[in-house]
Structures are given as structure tokens and as C-alpha cells.
């Protein structure tokens, strides 16, 4: 066998390697419950306790955050962020996906839960989805549903950072607990918790 054909076998191992490494590096992530738990039901008008939690700061490039829009709108198809940024940049994508408000509306179905922030921005997720979602030129993997009595959101921007939102009851329904975390490489980059009683 020739120098040349040994070497260019040498060299797309080499490519093949590099490109199982770089696949493997970036986490998965893995679907939730479509089945609501017996009694749990996040509906109802909730209202943010002073001085309830943050928000994290806007992503590389000073990227306000923008809603998830709904998997069959077009009304925002090209949108951009505020200032004209496209969204890539080096530092993280998924702030862009993260919607805050003092008073939401939860209205829970069989299928799905639709948040109303602020009476400004809706959410609608379905439970058990896994899917791409878009805002602009911005791509990020999208999965919800059920875990261990909580709603669950999680969304992953091309970069592997993790977005995770949970929803959960307390103190017999009267109180609504929504925990926050960014992670990247396994690594938090924030966290935080906000309290909402129901109103």
C-alpha cells in the first residue's frame, strides 16, 4: 500500500474521530411525560411575590429575551431580537427563549398548558413534545412534559446550553414555584426561583 493511500485513510479516521467527539460533547435531551399526575393542575391566576427570583442576564451581544412562538404561527418568522443582532454570537442562545412576568394566567388542558405572561405573551406547550423550535435565524431543541410532579421545560441552543424551567405546586396549590437554570458542559451558569401566589 502506497504512502499516500495509507495517509489518507490516516486522515479520515482522524475526521471520523473528530466528528464522534464533537456529536458526543453536546447533551441530549430526553423526552417527558405526556401524562399529567392524578390532581395536579397549574391552572389559575398567579401573581410574582416582591422580590420573587431573577432573570438572567441577556446572553453575549446583550440579547433581550423573546418568546417561544406557537409551533404553527408565521407571524414571526425572520423576527430578530431587538438592536438587530442575529442571535449568533459565542455565548449562549437560549436566554432568547425565556419568558418572565409579575402576573401570569395558567390554563391547563390534557394536552397542554398555555402561560399568559403579563397579559402580553402566551406560551403554549404540549405535554410530551420534542421538537426545534425558532425565533429568527436562532434554532433550539425543545422538550416538555411531566417529571416527578413538576412541568418541565427544557431547551438547547446549537452551543449545548441547557435552559430549564420547572413548574411546581406548593403549600396545597395556593403557592406556584418556577425554578430556573442555565448549564453548559454540565456546568450551572444560573439558577434562580421565583415564588407566585394565586391570586
Not at 36 to 63: C, F, K, M, N, Y
Not at 80 to 106: N, W, Y
Not at 123 to 137: A, D, K, L, Q, W
Not at 170 to 187: A, F, M, P, Q, W
Request: charged residues 20%.
Amino acid at each position: 500500500m502506497s504512502f499516500t493511500k495509507t495517509f489518507n485513510k490516516f486522515l479520515a479516521l482522524l475526521l471520523a474521530c473528530v466528528v464522534l467527539a464533537a456529536c458526543a460533547s453536546r447533551p441530549e435531551l430526553i423526552s417527558k411525560s405526556a401524562v399529567v399526575p392524578a390532581g395536579i393542575d397549574l391552572s389559575g391566576q398567579w401573581r410574582l411575590r416582591a422580590g420573587s427570583g431573577s432573570t438572567p442576564p441577556p446572553a453575549a451581544g446583550g440579547e433581550l429575551t423573546i418568546r417561544i412562538p406557537p409551533k404553527d404561527s408565521r407571524a414571526n418568522t425572520g423576527r430578530r431580537p431587538p438592536g438587530g443582532s442575529s442571535g449568533r454570537s459565542s455565548g449562549s442562545a437560549v436566554h432568547v427563549f425565556l419568558e418572565t412576568g409579575d402576573s401570569l394566567k395558567i390554563s391547563q388542558t390534557a394536552h397542554g398548558l398555555f402561560i399568559s405572561f403579563d397579559r402580553a405573551v402566551v406560551e403554549e406547550y404540549t405535554f410530551g413534545e420534542n421538537r426545534v423550535v425558532s425565533i429568527g435565524p436562532i434554532e433550539a431543541q425543545r422538550v416538555s412534559g411531566w417529571l416527578e410532579g413538576a412541568f418541565v421545560v427544557e431547551t438547547m441552543d446549537a452551543q449545548g446550553s441547557v435552559l430549564t424551567e420547572s413548574w411546581r405546586l406548593h403549600e396545597g396549590g395556593n403557592v406556584l414555584v418556577r425554578e430556573i437554570s442555565v448549564t453548559k458542559n454540565d456546568r450551572e451558569q444560573f439558577s434562580s426561583q421565583q415564588r407566585f401566589d394565586r391570586s
